[in-house]
T-cell receptor
Framework: AQSVTQLGSHVSVSEGALVLLRCNYS??????LFWYVQYPNQGLQLLLK??????LVKGINGFEAEFKKSETSFHLTKPSAHMSDAAEYFC???????????FGTGTRLLVSP | EAGVTQFPSHSVIEKGQTVTLRCDPI?????LYWYRRVMGKEIKFLLH????????ESGMPNNRFLAERTGGTYSTLKVQPAELEDSGVYFC????????????FGSGTRLTVV
């Protein structure tokens, strides 16, 4: 069965520092991969997704993620954190039947001044 | 186009009461999904409608949960009677095609059972 593992339930960075949120996937086939973000008191918003083609995917708000098949990883990065990036981030992968998404447990990003 | 709309945004009810959550998908999206996140856990799939038919309800926790999608438009999720462990955020999502390509989520309903 498809699954994703997010390392670290909380990540703290200073404003201006590099953001790195980790996601490893378990998939028997080349996957689609997603990062969603939930800002405080808001719904889930698609940040970026990998389908096929270029392994470096750019998303909204300056985030990007790189698909590394050899490492079964899809880590999310942003060169310089902003206070407004404080949110919870979820990695997800489609299930085998490609009808629903399987989510990781989420990583809460805390940004300090 | 309008997004996925859910209401209420918050609901606080007592144990044993009934609550009904509503989701209006994006117009023209045949696929509608319900997910739930309880405190600190992952977001879990509850069920999937294609138009008015339940395609997959393998994630529904028990028979206290009833989902409907009459006419293939909006959907309701009723919890009767509510228990403390039902507290969490209930998300609805919709898509035109297969969900594996990703879908649009609503803002969620935060349910608190006291």
């Amino acid at each position: 069965a498809q699954s994703v593992t997010q390392l670290g339930s909380h990540v703290s960075v200073s404003e201006g520092a590099l953001v790195l949120l980790r996601c490893n996937y378990s998939s028997s086939v080349p996957p689609y991969l997603f990062w969603y973000v939930q800002y405080p008191n808001q719904g889930l918003q698609l940040l970026l997704k990998y389908t096929t083609g270029a392994t470096l995917v750019k998303g909204i708000n300056g985030f990007e993620a790189e698909f590394k098949k050899s490492e079964t990883s899809f880590h999310l990065t942003k060169p310089s954190a902003h206070m407004s990036d404080a949110a919870e981030y979820f990695c997800a992968v489609p299930n085998t039947g490609f009808q629903k998404l399987v989510f990781g447990t989420g990583t809460r990003l805390l940004v300090s001044p | 186009e309008a997004g996925v709309t859910q209401f209420p945004s918050h609901s606080v009810i007592e144990k044993g009461q009934t609550v009904t959550l509503r989701c209006d998908p994006i117009s023209g999206h045949d696929n509608l999904y319900w997910y739930r996140r309880v405190m600190g856990k992952e977001i879990k799939f509850l069920l999937h409608f294609v138009k008015e038919s339940k395609q997959d309800e393998s994630g529904m926790p028990n028979n206290r949960f009833l989902a409907e999608r009459t006419g293939g438009t909006y959907s309701t999720l009723k919890v009767q009677p509510a228990e403390l462990e039902d507290s969490g955020v209930y998300f609805c999502a919709s898509s035109r095609g297969q969900g594996g390509y990703g879908y649009t989520f609503g803002s969620g309903t935060r349910l608190t059972v006291v």
